[in-house]
């Protein structure tokens, strides 16, 4: 009989009010407060000036203390910008003008048009935005 590994830490969803992007939201004084924030200063205490939380486990219901690290805000912008990057550079401007095809087949501002978008999006390996970013550069 072999013995059982401890499973890592699971995620605890935020099952309370959330933000536009996800994230859990408590109200302290009349002020939204990020849940994850609020549980992660309850055990580790406060963070300090210039520094932000990011997400390790890539769920933002998740208010996991352990899932959340402290980094400072510099770090936050530059892996932002590397990441907006890589997203838009991930496929070729052959495969835009083709994706940029088939989308313009649909009118605009119609329902089909939003899907193929998110088609194309997910077939790209990238968001919607970067999609319309895209297709404006051509």
Known sequence: MTPRVP???????????????????????GRPILAHRVAWEHENGPLAPGRCLVNRCGKRECVNPEHW??????????KANA?????????????????KRRIN????????????????AERLGITTRAVYYRIAQL
């Open 69 to 78: 690290i402290e980094v400072s805000a510099q770090t936050v912008a530059w």
């Open 7 to 29: 499973e890592p830490s699971a995620c605890i969803p935020w099952t309370g009010a959330r933000d536009i992007r996800g994230y859990g939201v408590v109200h302290r004084r």
């Open 83 to 99: 990441a907006f990057v890589a997203r838009h550079l991930r496929a070729d401007d052959a495969t835009i003008r083709d994706a």
């Open 105 to 120: 087949r649909h009118p605009k501002r119609s329902p089909a048009r939003g899907r193929a978008i998110r088609r194309e």
